[in-house]
């Protein structure tokens, strides 16, 4: 996986706070830097961005990773967000 650089990432929808957005994707970036040696890379990096939230911003987080997926979640306020860090890959995190 090619590391992304900051005109790489692209928020596509969100309802979070300036500082959660870049928390979000600095976590993002953070998570896609980890050397993986075995195991499934987008749960990795969903685990990885989901247990920083849950530690920062209070439990119940959820985060998908992936290259296709299709979801329809409820949400508290302030608190979704959809995006990208590296090409073709994309994150859906939330708190429900």
């Keep these: 996986i090619k590391m992304a650089s900051n005109?790489?990432?692209?928020?596509f929808a969100e309802d979070m706070t300036d500082?959660?957005?870049k928390t979000a994707?600095?976590?993002a970036l953070e998570a896609f830097q980890m050397n993986f040696t075995k195991g499934?890379?987008?749960?990795?990096?969903?685990?990885?961005i989901r247990a920083n939230?849950?530690?920062?911003?209070?439990r119940g987080w959820n985060c998908v990773v992936g290259r296709s997926f299709g979801a329809f979640v409820t949400h508290e306020i302030k608190t979704y967000m959809y995006f990208t860090v590296v090409p073709g890959v994309y994150i859906l995190l939330w708190k429900a």
Excluded: E, R
């Excluded at 499934?40 to 685990?47: D, F, G, L, P």
């Design 7 to 11: 005109k790489q990432t692209h928020i």
């Design 19 to 21: 500082d959660m957005c």
């Design 25 to 27: 994707t600095d976590v």
């Design 40 to 48: 499934k890379v987008y749960a990795t990096v969903a685990s990885h």
């Design 53 to 58: 939230f849950d530690k920062s911003f209070g």
